[in-house]
């Protein structure tokens, strides 16, 4: 079974849309976490949720919300899609979101490669 | 802001030998945690080797190992024996103690195994 998986894989769309990306983790972590990998393959954090609860909102549009059903889900929905939204969004999650980093490593999904055309 | 500094680009390796991929980190903080990941062409990304701040011993997992040496802000990742699954992206990343568990990562170096 995959650890932390994301749907979908790919997503091609026309800008001013929106659409969801969905992910589960079945590890029992309390954290997950969405980054962003930019065209010259930068990543970069966008929000992190602990058992829910958002803990970590870096400068992201609006557009983008965050929403966690529960603690093994965390989604991303992004309105009014924009050209410059293209990017593969990466799902992680990690035990917790705090405390020892050597027992907090981040397990990363295999990505959904986002394109707005 | 902390910043993670990857200098080389690309590194072309044979297979069978080893290499080292360079990092430095920009801190004035006392505890935190270096990782580096690894994404292969498929795009996943892959934990590789974590040490800690204060762990006084280099971090080792199987073929990677962690050169860490903190006066000098570096954490270089050595791979032995070289394989050619081990072409990839690969990234040095950290978290500072407190600062909410969030990897600030390099720009990634691409490697490049050979026959």
């Known amino acids: 079974d995959t650890a932390v998986s994301q749907t979908p894989k790919y997503l091609v769309t026309q800008m001013g849309n929106d659409k969801s990306i969905k992910c589960e983790q079945n590890l029992g972590h309390d954290t997950m976490y969405w980054y962003k990998q930019d065209s010259k393959k930068f990543l970069k954090i966008m929000f992190s949720?602990?058992?829910?609860?958002?803990?970590i909102n870096e400068t992201v549009p609006n557009r983008f919300s965050p929403k966690s059903p529960d603690k093994a889900h965390l989604n991303l929905h992004i309105n009014s899609l924009e050209l410059g939204d293209s990017a593969v969004y990466f799902c992680?999650?990690?035990?917790?979101?705090?405390?020892?980093?050597?027992?907090?490593?981040?397990?990363f999904g295999a990505g959904t490669r986002l394109s707005v055309l | 802001a902390q910043k993670i500094t990857q200098t080389q680009p690309g590194m072309f390796v044979q297979e069978k030998e080893a290499v080292t991929l360079d990092c430095t980190y920009d801190?004035?903080?006392?505890?935190?945690?270096l990782f580096w990941y690894k994404q292969p062409s498929s795009g996943e990304m892959i934990f590789l080797i974590y040490q800690g701040s204060y762990d006084e011993q280099n971090a080792t997992e199987g073929r990677y190992s962690l050169n860490f040496q903190k006066a000098r802000k570096s954490a270089n990742l050595v791979i032995s024996a070289s394989q050619l699954g081990d072409s990839a992206m690969y990234f040095c990343a950290n978290i500072l103690t407190g600062g909410g568990n969030k990897l600030t990562f390099g720009t990634g170096t691409q490697l490049k195994v050979e026959l």
């Open positions: 801190t004035s903080d006392q505890s935190y945690g």
């Open positions: 949720y602990n058992n829910k609860e958002l803990i």
């Open positions: 992680a999650s990690s035990p917790r979101s705090s405390g020892l980093l050597a027992k907090n490593i981040q397990y």
